[in-house]
Nanobody
Framework: QVPLAESGGGLVQAGGSLRLSCAASGGYSMAWFRQAPRKGREFVAAILWSSGSTFYADPVKGRFTISRDTAKTTVYLQMNRLRPEDTAIYYC??????????????????WGQGTQVTVSS
């Protein structure tokens, strides 16, 4: 088992910022997904633990930044210039087997409980 502890969600006005955190028990390639009401789970960003390479979904490029703290085995998602359409439950996920396909939820074998992000207009 790899427990993932998420924190940092909340309510913010459009144009504001939030930072999400996800603490893991080890260093794994990680990603953030989100799910809005009546929509499927959507890839947001991913980071490869060994290299630090990052990947982003087009809607968040230039606004969101994923990073990691190797000492704390924690991954962050800095979200700037938030929009109402960013409103969703955000989930962190760990890929402990280093399966290829960072944007696909199926490659992640552990998930956090989710944290709500609400952006008001």
């Amino acid at each position: 088992q790899v427990p993932l502890a998420e924190s940092g969600g909340g309510l913010v006005q459009a144009g504001g910022s939030l930072r999400l955190s996800c603490a893991a028990s080890g260093g794994y390639s990680m990603a953030w997904f989100r799910q809005a009401p009546r929509k499927g789970r959507e890839f947001v960003a991913a980071i490869l633990w060994s290299s630090g390479s990052t990947f982003y979904a087009d809607p968040v490029k230039g606004r969101f930044t994923i990073s990691r703290d190797t000492a704390k085995t924690t991954v962050y998602l800095q979200m700037n210039r938030l929009r109402p359409e960013d409103t969703a439950i955000y989930y962190c996920a760990a890929n402990t087997r280093n399966t290829l396909g960072y944007q696909f939820p199926e490659v992640y074998d552990y998930w956090g409980q989710g944290t709500q992000v609400t952006v008001s207009s």
